[in-house]
């Protein structure tokens, strides 16, 4: 094994309102780690969030400026943070719902009592208010060095052909104003999810080219509303004198949640795309692709080096994100796995990883093949 990668820390905090305070012997063991990887000059920063836990923050976050290491706030977007506007200004707020092909609100994916993946509109400026003015007010009471958007997308196709939004009034009179025959588009989707043959495409740069001129349309306009959305956000942040970086899909999955991976890095300062190559959950890439590979036909590949191998192209650091937690039943690498996937990462020279994607579910064995490097 050459050279030492360095680590980006994941740290889960629960959502908005949900007690997932630390336990002393869970702060203890966290800062210990970090100082274990500080100390081979391995630690590269820490992601913390959604949960409003000033006090774990305080101490992480003195902690971390004593030792001059990157401290940022992670927090979902267009999901999982119901209550954000009862943080922002002491009241429940309505979010604007996303729309499906059947023209029904969308229905959440359940996975367990934290995550039930209900995505609202990206387009509404309601809910993205809702998320920023979540996010700044952080910023402001907490010194963390800048934000890190999660859940910044649309529903994945684990929910279906037919669960692909945004077919609400608004987006319907988007697609309309740039020549969109959404009409057309719902009629393609619907009968592929029923006839089970995949569309042909080609797949280039994290992006899908279809020959209907309607299709391939309808989901670039979805990538420019969701870039637009980071764009704004990245503003905000940027005008705060802090950072902003993106928790992405795998790019071969993430085109048909609205992400275009280069356009967004255009815009923050890193992306970590979930190379997720051992979880069977949302995000995972043995999850994620069978559904893409229900509703396209793009050819065979290797998702996890080529979509790196693309990622060459951002125009932002790119902190590849790989699993090194175990959480049973939806994510069982072991330590020769991810040591496998880390000498990979290397040997395709990315020299900054996100261990994802709980500090506290890292097992010891794992630990102990990321602090060797590869």
């Known amino acids: 094994m050459g050279n030492k990668l360095t680590y980006w820390f994941q740290i889960h905090t629960g959502n908005v309102y949900q007690d997932c305070s630390q336990a002393d012997d869970q702060l203890k063991n966290m800062i210990r780690i970090m100082e274990e990887f500080r100390q081979t000059d391995q630690l590269s920063g820490v992601l913390a969030g959604w949960g409003v836990s000033p006090d774990v923050y305080a101490i992480l976050s003195e902690k971390l400026r004593e030792w001059k290491v990157p401290f940022i706030f992670k927090t979902a977007v267009f999901s999982e943070i119901e209550e954000a506007g009862k ?18 609100p969308a229905k959440p994916y359940h996975l367990n009592e934290q995550e039930n993946f209900l995505f609202r509109c990206p387009s509404s400026m309601l809910n993205r208010k809702i998320s920023e003015d979540f996010a700044l007010a952080f910023l402001e009471q907490i010194p963390f060095d800048g934000v890190f958007l999660d859940r910044v997308r649309y529903n994945s196709l684990i929910s279906g052909i037919s669960g692909i939004g945004c077919f609400c009034p608004r987006c319907l009179r988007i697609y309309e104003e740039k020549g969109i025959d959404a009409e057309k588009v719902r009629k393609i989707l619907l009968e592929t999810e029923e006839n089970k ?3 042909p495409a080609v797949y280039e740069d994290g992006r899908y080219t279809f020959e209907d001129p309607d299709l391939d ?72 692709m069978p559904y893409v590979e229900r509703l396209v036909s793009a050819g065979e590949r290797d998702v996890f080096k080529a979509d790196l ?66």
Request: contains cysteine; negative net charge; charged residues 20%.
């Open 87 to 104: 943080f922002v200004c002491g009241k429940q707020l309505e979010y604007e719902p996303m729309f499906d092909v059947r023209l029904e």
């Open 197 to 199: 043959k995949p569309i």
């Open 217 to 288: 349309a309808f989901f670039r306009m979805r990538t420019e509303i969701l870039t637009e959305a980071v764009s704004a956000f990245a503003q905000k942040v940027h005008a705060r004198g802090k950072i902003i970086g993106l928790d992405l899909f795998a790019p071969s999955a993430g085109y048909f949640t609205g992400q275009d991976a280069l356009s967004l890095s255009g815009f923050v300062d890193f992306i970590k795309p979930m190379m997720y190559k051992y979880t069977f959950a949302p995000a995972g890439i043995p999850f994620e």
């Open 309 to 374: 191998a693309m990622l060459k192209k951002a125009s932002c650091a790119v902190f590849p994100g790989i699993e090194a937690n175990v959480i049973d039943p939806i994510c069982k690498v072991s330590a020769a796995e991810l040591g496998q996937t880390l000498e990979e990462i290397a040997q395709m020279g990315y020299t900054e990883v996100v261990a994802s994607w709980d500090m506290n579910q890292m097992p010891r064995t794992h630990l102990d093949v990321m602090k060797i490097g590869c």
